[in-house]
């Protein structure tokens, strides 16, 4: 497996530019199923997460076909198969967004329970419990979930309430109910930005949805969908990791191709612990340390538009570097501390009680052998090894790989000494041209 190997204490000068979001990128991209036509997808990031959504809907007989790096263009006139096996799901819980338009435009799927990052139990009963509301017949066998639309083979429009906010939940439902009979109303839903990219993207194909972005989405239900051409916003968390690098090492970055009112309460939380962010115009931040040196704050994580869990480990990372004691609570998901134990290794005085973590700073890190746990974990550790003093080692990078594009390349143009040291045997990403790029 390939590792990075990061020598710290290099203050991160210069500009980065920030990449599509993958969050966005995947449901848009199973949102392709709902049409026999041409879907055309712009700024999708190159990372792992990506090539395993392809291969998915290559599997199930989309032609895919990649005319620049970041450009998807889609097509699904003749799916084959309407099944998503274990071997792809278990690697990505994503996938399991095949689901709804699946059910939608064909009236059948089977979905293998899904896997992905080991950050806590991350069911899609709600997900299941949504669908029968819509009419569908649902079952689990042998570790899939089966799902049949109901006779006639058009799901129904009902109103769905959300017993809690689910993003990919509330994603499934959208677009399973574009092409339901009648109308939709989804109450409690997600608002990330992913979930109005997603909807915007399904109106260019001839849906008629409302709300999205807001606790209450309405979806009208039309015969057909068409094809569309949509660019993928960009990388929230990215930003936000990016931010806190700046601020970690004491340096100055612009940030460009972001959208600074995507991560308002991120930029509003860092400016709370010292950093100062300038937002340029529309799509570019300009960041550094405040004169006074960076202080504790508290944070709890929250589902959208609160402080995102996808955050809550590179915070960390950045309060033990800050002058105080913060509290950092996780609401989201109920094992995400698995990086502080690693961060304990290079000397961070971090105390877990719970759902709370207690850290004290700032301290000096020091480099060591570490190990990611999940794609944040990794992240974090980047970051920690980074003002690290000495050479730190970060084992498990596959997990950034899924979710990061490139992110040592970026890191090494403003300054990091960091670099990836390649497994002879498994290689992290495919080269372009196993891509599908023309």
Same mark, same amino acid.
């Given at each position: 497996?390939?590792?990075?190997?990061? /020598?710290?204490?290099?203050?991160?000068?210069?500009?980065?530019?920030?990449?599509?979001?993958?969050?966005?990128?995947?449901?848009?991209?199973?949102?392709?199923?709902?049409?026999?036509?041409?879907?055309?997808?712009?700024?999708?990031? $190159?990372?792992?997460?990506?090539?395993?959504?392809?291969?998915?809907?290559?599997?199930?007989?989309?032609?895919?076909?990649?005319?620049?790096?970041r450009t998807h263009?889609?097509?699904?006139?003749?799916?084959?198969?309407?099944?998503?096996?274990?071997?792809?799901?278990?690697?990505?819980?994503?996938?399991?967004? *095949?689901?709804?338009?699946?059910?939608?435009?064909?009236?059948?799927?089977?979905?293998?329970?899904?896997?992905?990052c080991a950050i806590?139990?991350?069911?899609?009963?709600?997900?299941? !419990?949504?669908?029968?509301?819509?009419?569908?017949? #649902?079952?689990?066998?042998?570790? $899939?979930?089966?799902?049949?639309?109901?006779?006639?083979?058009?799901?129904?429009?009902?109103?769905?309430?959300?017993?809690?906010? /689910?993003?990919?939940?509330?994603?499934?439902?959208?677009?399973?109910?574009?092409?339901?009979?009648?109308? =939709?109303?989804?109450?409690?839903?997600?608002?990330?930005?992913?979930?109005?990219?997603?909807? !915007?993207?399904?109106?260019?194909?001839?849906?008629?949805?409302?709300?999205?972005?807001?606790?209450?989405?309405?979806?009208?239900? *039309?015969?057909?969908?068409?094809?569309?051409?949509?660019?993928?916003?960009?990388?929230?968390?990215? /930003?936000?990791?990016?931010?806190?690098?700046?601020?970690? =090492?004491?340096?100055?970055?612009?940030?460009?191709?972001?959208?600074?009112?995507?991560?308002?309460? #991120?930029?509003?939380?860092?400016?709370?612990?010292?950093?100062?962010?300038?937002?340029?115009?529309?799509?570019?931040?300009?960041?550094?340390?405040?004169?006074?040196?960076?202080?504790?704050?508290?944070?709890?994580?929250?589902?959208?538009?609160?402080?995102?869990?996808?955050?809550?480990?590179?915070?960390?990372?950045?309060? /033990?570097?800050?002058?105080?004691?913060?509290?950092?609570?996780?609401?989201?998901?109920?094992?995400?501390?698995?990086?502080?134990?690693?961060?304990?290794?290079?000397?961070?005085?971090?105390?877990?009680?719970?759902?709370?973590? #207690?850290v004290e700073g700032?301290?000096?890190?020091?480099?060591?052998?570490?190990?990611?746990?999940?794609?944040?974990?990794?992240?974090?550790?980047?970051?920690?090894?980074?003002?690290?003093?000495?050479?730190?080692?970060?084992?498990? #990078? $596959?997990?950034?790989?899924?979710? $990061?594009?490139?992110?040592?390349?970026?890191?090494?143009?403003?300054?990091?000494?960091?670099?990836?040291?390649?497994?002879?045997?498994?290689?992290?990403?495919?080269?372009?041209?196993?891509?599908?790029?023309?």
């Open positions: 497996m390939d590792k990075f190997r990061i /020598t710290g204490g290099r203050a991160l000068r210069g500009r980065i530019n920030v990449s599509g979001a993958k969050n966005s990128a995947l449901p848009c991209m199973a949102a392709t199923l709902l049409t026999g036509e041409s879907v055309t997808l712009h700024n999708v990031p $190159y990372v792992r997460d990506i090539i395993t959504q392809r291969r998915l809907l290559e599997d199930l007989g989309a032609h895919v076909l990649t005319p620049e790096l263009k889609i097509t699904a006139a003749h799916i084959e198969l309407f099944e998503a096996p274990y071997d792809l799901v278990k690697t990505m819980r994503a996938s399991v967004l *095949v689901l709804g338009p699946l059910l939608a435009r064909f009236g059948k799927a089977k979905v293998s329970l899904p896997g992905g806590g139990s991350r069911p899609i009963d709600l997900h299941l !419990e949504s669908l029968k509301q819509l009419g569908a017949e #649902v079952s689990l066998e042998a570790g $899939y979930v089966v799902a049949r639309a109901p006779r006639g083979g058009r799901l129904r429009g009902t109103t769905v309430n959300f017993d809690k906010v /689910t993003v990919t939940g509330t994603e499934n439902l959208l677009m399973a109910a574009t092409l339901a009979s009648g109308t =939709t109303t989804l109450n409690n839903a997600a608002r990330e930005p992913e979930v109005a990219d997603l909807a !915007e993207l399904l109106n260019r194909m001839g849906a008629r949805v409302r709300g999205a972005g807001t606790p209450t989405i309405t979806i009208e239900g *039309v015969e057909t969908l068409g094809a569309a051409e949509h660019t993928i916003i960009p990388d929230r968390i990215e /930003t936000g990791t990016f931010l806190v690098a700046a601020a970690i =090492t004491d340096g100055e970055l612009e940030l460009k191709d972001c959208t600074p009112e995507h991560s308002s309460i #991120v930029i509003a939380k860092l400016r709370e612990a010292g950093v100062e962010i300038e937002e340029v115009n529309q799509s570019t931040l300009h960041v550094r340390r405040s004169a006074g040196g960076l202080r504790a704050s508290d944070i709890t994580t929250e589902p959208h538009p609160r402080f995102p869990t996808d955050m809550q480990a590179q915070y960390m990372t950045l309060m /033990t570097q800050s002058e105080g004691r913060s509290r950092i609570t996780e609401t989201i998901f109920e094992n995400r501390f698995m990086h502080a134990s690693e961060m304990q290794r290079m000397g961070a005085h971090i105390a877990i009680d719970g759902r709370t973590a #207690v700032p301290t000096q890190l020091a480099g060591a052998r570490v190990q990611a746990s999940d794609l944040r974990a990794s992240a974090s550790l980047v970051l920690a090894g980074l003002v690290a003093e000495g050479e730190t080692i970060i084992e498990r #990078v $596959y997990h950034i790989d899924r979710g $990061y594009e490139k992110i040592e390349d970026k890191l090494r143009g403003v300054g990091a000494q960091i670099e990836r040291l390649r497994d002879s045997v498994t290689s992290s990403l495919p080269p372009i041209a196993e891509v599908g790029v023309l």
